[in-house]
């Protein structure tokens, strides 16, 4: 059974966005949405909806609205997924060393705060322990 036509704020509400997110994949060229002549509303079937899923998981993995569209457009190109598969492997390899560069970036800055956090740690409970108490301090009168 095919799923039936959406309006733009139905598709936007099953799929957690906002209606003026649909409408900028729309300018971007990600999405063509049919118009109901006799309603001038934009309706989305299920072209638009896989479309739409791919989009947002791409957006996701972080993958850029170039990149993305250059994915999906490729299925037009041709049908039998092979030159899509191609540049989305190649797409995947290429954002994985980005992941794998900033997770070894991320390392490095978690280390550097933990010997930062542990200096000023000692230096508070230094600072602490030199301090007179009240109770200790001389009373002036």
Known sequence: MEQPLVSISNLAQELLITPRTIRYYEEMGLLTPLHHEK??????????????????????????????????????????????????????????QELEEKIQELILLKGELTDYHQQFTELLKKRNQERPKKEDAPRQQ
């Open 39 to 96: 309603m001038s509303q934009r309706l989305y079937g299920p072209r638009e909806r896989a479309r739409l899923t791919l989009i947002l998981r791409g957006k996701r993995l972080g993958f850029s609205l170039a990149e993305i569209k250059e994915m999906i457009d490729l299925y037009d190109i041709d049908r039998t997924e092979g030159l899509q598969l191609e540049r989305t492997v190649a797409y995947g390899e290429k954002r994985l």
